[in-house]
């Protein structure tokens, strides 16, 4: 059997979310599982930390690749994180899902093309299109 070596990798800056909400690694935790299974991506592990006196990062290692986040939720932040290999699981849904929870009020994202040559760096459209600034 031959394997492809296309993935797509969405990478996406948030700003103005909830401090609660990025400050609680177990809650994270909880969605970034559901973001994984809403792409249909296989989740191997999951590992998190909660850090003192705030702040979270949580990986969601998946049999396709990973998703992840770390939060600075003194400043509203989350660096948000998918990389999937092969063409049947979509990172973005799983970056919708985060975005759905997280309601940030400004999100920056770009999606890189991935093991096709040269890298491919593309603006994805998401659903939360009115957030998304390149």
Not at 84 to 112: N, R
Request: glycine fraction near 6%.
């Amino acid at each position: 059997m031959e394997y492809s070596t296309f993935g797509r990798h969405v990478a996406v800056d948030t700003w103005g979310v909830d401090f609660e909400l990025l400050n609680n690694a177990e809650w994270l935790q909880a969605q970034m599982v559901e973001a994984a299974e809403v792409c249909g991506a296989t989740v191997l592990s999951v590992q998190s930390k909660q850090f003192e006196p705030q702040g979270a990062t949580v990986l969601v290692l998946l049999s396709e690749s990973h998703l992840s986040i770390h939060t600075y939720p003194e400043k509203g932040f989350a660096a948000l994180d998918c990389y999937t290999c092969g063409e049947t699981v979509d990172p973005q849904l799983a970056i919708e899902h985060m975005l759905s929870v997280l309601k940030p009020e400004v999100a920056h994202a770009k999606k890189l093309v991935r093991g096709v040559g040269e890298l491919q760096v593309e603006t994805p459209v998401l659903k939360q299109a009115e957030l998304i600034k390149s």
